[in-house]
């Protein structure tokens, strides 16, 4: 596809962003829904048309399109809808560790990383067993947002060794480290807000680096693997 259309998608996908973000600021839900599945469309459109689908992206463009579905499913309320966007999310966090793992940092920064990620694991297990209590939110769910939790967890952790791995420019690895912890920032504002400590204005804050992560995660791909 010529590069101007590329550029327009991807201002277009800039502006219905902003849009969702102003709609989310402003509390305005018909729009906030209306315009939220949109953004991760122009994204993943804008993957497809920008070059081949090379098995190194693949891992990133089913990811997006479950985050798309994970999106779609957060939209009505009800139990089963949010399970099933947890679900989407879900996998979503195993298809980026799948996709980041393509190359390994080397074994003393492995050891590092597990090191950390253990320790994150046992900070998301006592939160949330502490904030869970008082909390109108099922104890049923526990254990499936402790699951989530190592999963987005290891994602971001994953995101950050692109600093190490020997064939990562620093350029792509800073965007897919900040971009892995703002995922993980932005979904523990969600379980905060269902752990009834909902921040001030806590859709906007959400959605604002939820978006910011994608689009650095999806920027830092393109970049590699161009």
């Not at 009800?78 to 799948?98: D, E, K």
């Not at 703002?182 to 807000?193: E, H, R």
């Amino acid at each position: 596809m010529p590069e101007s259309w590329l550029n327009f998608l991807l201002i277009a996908a800039g502006l219905v962003t902003l849009t969702n973000w102003y709609a989310a600021w402003k509390e305005n839900l018909r729009l906030y829904y209306f315009t939220k599945p949109l953004v991760l469309t122009g994204l993943i459109l804008y993957v497809i048309l920008s070059g081949k689908l090379t098995p190194e992206r693949l891992p990133f463009l089913l990811g997006l399109t479950c985050s798309l579905l994970g999106d779609i499913f957060f939209i009505p309320r009800g139990t089963r809808w949010f399970v099933a966007g947890m679900v989407a999310f879900s996998v979503t966090q195993i298809l980026y560790i799948w996709g980041f793992s393509a190359t390994l940092p080397p074994t003393h920064v492995l050891v590092v990383a597990l090191v950390a990620y253990l320790a994150g694991l046992l900070i998301i297990h006592l939160a949330l067993n502490r904030f869970s209590r008082g909390s109108t939110l099922r104890k049923s769910f526990l254990p499936f947002f402790k699951i989530y939790g190592a999963l987005v967890l290891g994602m971001a952790v994953n995101a950050l060794l692109c600093l190490a791995r020997p064939n990562w420019p620093d350029g792509a690895a800073v965007m897919a480290g900040v971009g892995g912890i703002l995922f993980f920032t932005s979904d523990a504002m969600i379980g905060l807000d269902k752990l009834d400590k909902r921040l001030p204005r806590y859709k906007f804050w959400i959605i604002v680096t939820y978006h910011i992560a994608q689009f650095l995660i999806t920027a830092a791909i393109l970049t590699i693997y161009a």
